[in-house]
């Protein structure tokens, strides 16, 4: 029986590691949980091993704890459960999950890692829930340690001489600061502190009521300890610090402001940077492995996710039919087509047909962004945008080569960065807001760009080399997130705190394919889904004060004349932050549990860029929606009827907040749409 192996790393890869033991080579398979803590090549480590020999095989398994191990061999005691399913189980959720949805009883939960279905899945239920034993479970829920008797009693008497000596030193201080009494009559506690007496020992003489006041006792305690107060103002620490995040924020929107007007050269230069950087400077990794399960031939998109841009896609047309953009071309018939071009290309099997069917829906709202922008260089940059973007997708599946994918990687890679507008082409996607009608907007966001989120989502599944070096993308996702929330909160223009809001999104959604991991990959599909949803409600909530003239100047308590835009923008702000009951929920929770598996730095990055978020959005509520209305001279303009919500625009909001919600409070309506596994 091999215990465990000592010895230099040859080779690792997701799914095993080579070990040179005193010039023998063992192979040892491990979990992606194991994989996360090796060391690098050629470096010394040492495994933990279990040695599994049958008549026909002889593999050793090898975890990095004893936690892994143990749960390794739990699992396979349960009937169905083989060495392999065993290992898909550690590599899809981490121990202290696992012994939590065992010892709730989620079957759903437990059914979504890959290979285990309903009836496995309870027989784990039943079979290990009472072998953990309460101390397991309680130490899995809490995410605690529990503590022994000893070391029990040897904190409470470590907190009770800290006590003593914190008490002690709060004394001492009040007595060294006390003043020296003068000679005076006293008659009461106030008169007390009027002559400078000391701090306060019960000794005082009464007031003329005969008792010590509340405010007697306020003014010996406030005399001795002002100076304590005035270095302990929380309120002025907290004001410091938001005026120098707002400060921050206005000097990097003056920088980006630049870049906004520099748009079609840089974007141009930042892509062949990417370009470059991702074939030459920071290669990926060839392999055949995604998240410890090895990758199938072809797949498909989950019907979630083409469910959500199909929705939302009908929601703008409906939308458009009363709150087009003027002009003499309507924008329906461009809402129709792309619409349905989008949800056709994500529905076809064939790769070569979904390209097409996807890039001929983005270079229609080429046309209708050359007919509504005001100025020639917004359109410009949308082309510009759209022909690269396309440009590297095809010329991704001609060089695709499985045994060099450096191209096809570097390709894929500048595409997404691209079409997303991810960090440090955020810029274009900022220029054209105020170009574009909010419904036009919405479209290229909420479809257009989620129909190529699912391409890009498919295309890593086939070639898992796209993810590769992991760190890299990693922070380039939380770099997207952090810099567009920080440019949000102050943004007084609702059309460019939503295009922010969508990019510092885009940052979440390449956190759960780069996370390489099932919960953050079912994560980011639920997020999209989200996202389409959203964006389609949020723009189209825009519509009709966009439509009277108000978006033109600052608006003020827009919630009074458009009640039912205020409502759907609300639960639209909530979805797009994953608030419970929306069904943003189901996806950011995942989203923020990958990230603290990968690294606490990562997810504080995720978790300040939501604060942020949630700040811009109140912000934009209370000042824009819900702020005072306008006087009565003003609002001479907003009584016409162009002012006014047409019902179908209402009816379409209710209807989408509706599915945002049933979604998040029965997350099981999901599960009738099949939308499978990464």
Do not use: K
């Given at each position: 029986m091999i215990t465990f192996l000592e010895g230099i790393i040859e080779d690792k890869q997701p799914t095993h590691v080579v070990m040179n033991v005193g010039g023998v080579g063992y192979e040892v398979v491990i979990p992606l949980s194991s994989y996360d803590r090796l060391p690098g090549v050629k470096?010394?480590?040492?495994?933990?091993?279990?040695?599994?020999?049958?008549?026909?095989?002889?593999?050793?398994?090898?975890?990095?704890?004893?936690?892994?191990r143990r749960m390794f061999i739990l699992l396979m005691t349960v009937s169905g459960i083989g060495p392999k399913l065993a290992l898909t189980t550690l590599s899809g959720m981490t121990i202290r999950e696992l012994k939590v949805a065992i010892a709730d009883r989620d079957i759903k939960r437990l059914s979504s890692i890959s290979g285990i279905g309903k009836k496995t899945a309870e027989r784990m239920v039943v079979e290990l829930r009472d072998r953990l034993g309460a101390g397991e479970v309680l130490e899995a829920a809490t995410g605690t340690q529990l503590l022994s008797e000893p070391d029990v009693k040897r904190r409470y008497a470590i907190l009770a001489l800290v006590s003593l000596i914190v008490g002690g030193a709060i004394y001492a201080i009040a007595y060294a600061a006390r003043q020296t009494p003068v000679a005076t009559t006293v008659t009461s506690g106030g008169a007390l502190m009027a002559a400078g007496g000391g701090i306060f020992t019960g000794g005082e003489p009464l007031s003329d009521q005969g008792r010590l006041t509340a405010g007697d006792f306020s003014d010996i305690f406030l005399q001795n300890w002002k100076a304590f107060f005035?270095?302990?103002?929380?309120?002025r620490f907290y004001l410091g610090v938001w005026d120098g995040v707002l400060a921050f924020s206005r000097g990097l929107g003056v920088a980006v402001s630049w870049m906004e007007r520099q748009a079609l050269a840089l974007v141009v230069v930042f892509a062949a940077m990417i370009f470059v950087l991702a074939r030459w400077v920071v290669p990926g990794v060839q392999t055949k492995y995604l998240g410890g399960v090895t990758l199938p031939s072809e797949v498909q998109t989950p019907l979630m996710l083409v469910a959500g841009i199909g929705i939302a896609a009908l929601a703008l047309l409906l939308a458009s039919l009363v709150s087009g953009a003027k002009g003499k071309i309507p924008l329906w018939p461009c809402m129709l087509i792309v619409g349905s071009l989008s949800v056709a290309g994500l529905v076809v099997a064939?790769?070569?047909?979904?390209?097409?069917?996807?890039?001929t829906a983005a270079l229609l709202t080429v046309v209708r962004v050359w007919i509504t922008a005001r100025s020639q260089a917004a359109k410009l940059v949308y082309l510009a945008v759209v022909l690269i973007s396309a440009g590297s997708l095809v010329g991704s599946e001609l060089l695709y080569n499985p045994q060099d994918q450096g191209w096809t990687r570097a390709l894929l890679l500048t595409s997404v960065f691209v079409k997303l507008a991810a960090v440090p082409l955020l810029f274009w996607l900022l220029s054209l807001a105020d170009e574009l009608p909010a419904l036009v907007l919405g479209l290229i966001i909420a479809v257009v760009d989620m129909a190529a989120f699912a391409e890009f989502s498919m295309s890593v599944q086939l070639m898992p080399s796209a993810l590769t070096p992991q760190p890299i993308l990693l922070y380039a996702a939380a770099a997207t997130s952090f810099v567009a929330a920080l440019l949000m909160i102050s943004q007084r223009s609702l059309k460019r705190l939503l295009v922010l809001s969508t990019i510092e999104d885009a940052g979440f959604l390449l956190l759960?394919?780069?996370?390489?991991?099932?919960?953050?990959?079912?994560?980011?599909?639920?997020a999209a889904t989200t996202h389409a949803l959203a964006k389609a409600l949020l723009f189209i909530c825009l519509s009709s004060p966009e439509a009277a003239g108000e978006l033109d100047s600052e608006p003020l308590g827009l919630a009074i004349r458009y009640p039912?835009?205020?409502?759907?923008?609300?639960?639209?702000?909530?979805?797009?932050?994953?608030?419970?009951?929306?069904i943003g929920f189901l996806g950011r929770w995942r989203l923020y549990e990958a990230a603290v598996q990968i690294g606490w730095p990562l997810a504080a990055v995720f978790i300040v860029s939501s604060i942020l978020a949630l700040i811009a959005y109140v912000l934009a509520l209370t000042r824009i929606?819900?702020?005072?209305?306008?006087?009565?001279?003003?609002?001479?303009k907003t009584d016409s009827p162009e002012s006014k919500e047409p019902f179908l625009v209402q009816a379409t909001v209710v209807v989408l907040v509706a599915m945002i919600l049933a979604a998040g409070v029965w997350p099981s309506v999901l599960q009738m749409l099949h939308w499978g596994r990464p």
């Open positions: 470096e010394t480590c040492r495994i933990l091993t279990y040695d599994h020999v049958r008549e026909d095989v002889h593999q050793l398994f090898g975890f990095m704890t004893e936690g892994e005035r270095w302990t103002n929380v309120d064939n790769p070569w047909w979904r390209l097409g069917l996807l890039e759960g394919v780069f996370s390489i991991n099932i919960l953050g990959f079912t994560g980011a599909l639920i039912v835009s205020a409502f759907g923008f609300l639960f639209g702000m909530l979805a797009m932050l994953g608030i419970p009951p929306t929606w819900w702020g005072p209305g306008r006087e009565p001279a003003a609002q001479q």
